[in-house]
């Protein structure tokens, strides 16, 4: 069984600065994926970045970026030039690769509450 | 494009209770998953269905069950409520694997209330 874990449950970070939150797991697989999700108040699940483990770059979005660092098993999110609507819960998530059936499930940090402030 | 959409927003039920919650997936999207997100605590995964088939299942008891319908829409059902059974439920759809897409997109949430 997989598990993520997210050691910090909260972090704030000023508006323009840029903050990273941490993220390890444990597996035995090999092909996998990795993903940040955001949960704003609304609570509305937000895909926010996608990492595919076979690859060694890592990715970004505008100003989300990942440290992927397969062999520590680690995989953190950095938020370049925070805002104000950057204020959320953010979950990691592993997801196994199993082309035994059609999809695949997510398995959930615990999240860190990430606050923005002016 | 509309996006996953669930029902209801909020329920409230009693202990001992039946409960059935709704979702739509995504358009262009055929996998539909259901997760238990209690307050505080990142999301569970209770099952995930394909072509209408159960094709994985969590750590949930037999109490929570589901459905597929040709549309790709699914239910979730819960019997016999306990107060444990509380919490945010997710509904996430995505394209099957032959897509080589993985990403999952999550509904807005049903907010359960067993009093």
């Known amino acids: 069984a997989q598990t993520v874990t997210q050691s910090q449950p909260e972090m704030s970070v000023q508006d323009a600065e840029t903050v990273t939150l941490s993220c390890t797991y444990d597996t035995s697989e090999n092909n996998y994926y990795l993903f940040w999700y955001k949960q704003p108040p609304s609570r509305q699940m937000i895909l926010v970045i996608r990492?595919?483990?076979?690859?060694?770059q890592n990715a970004t979005e505008n100003r989300f970026s990942v440290n992927f660092q397969k062999a520590a098993k680690s995989f953190s999110l950095k938020i370049s030039d925070s805002q104000l609507g950057d204020t959320a819960m953010y979950f990691c998530a592993f997801m196994k690769l199993d082309m035994a059936y059609a999809g695949n499930m997510l398995t959930f940090g615990g999240g860190t509450r990430l606050m923005v402030k002016p | 494009d509309a996006g996953v959409t669930q029902s209801p927003t909020h329920l409230i039920k009693t202990r001992g209770q039946q409960v059935t919650l709704r979702c739509s997936p995504k358009?262009?999207?055929?996998?539909v998953s259901w997760y238990q997100q209690a307050l505080g605590q990142g999301p569970q995964f209770i099952f995930q269905y394909y072509e209408e088939e159960e094709r994985q299942r969590g750590n949930f008891p037999d109490r929570f069950s589901g459905h597929q319908f040709p549309n790709y829409s699914s239910e979730l059902n819960v019997n016999a409520l306990l107060l444990g059974d509380s919490a945010l439920y997710l509904c996430?759809?995505?394209?099957?694997?032959?897509?080589?897409?993985?990403?999952?997109?999550f509904g807005p949430g049903t907010r359960l209330t067993v009093t």
């Open positions: 990492q595919e483990a076979y690859k060694q």
């Open positions: 358009s262009g999207h055929d996998t």
């Open positions: 996430a759809s995505s394209k099957n694997r032959l897509s080589k897409s993985y990403e999952q997109y």
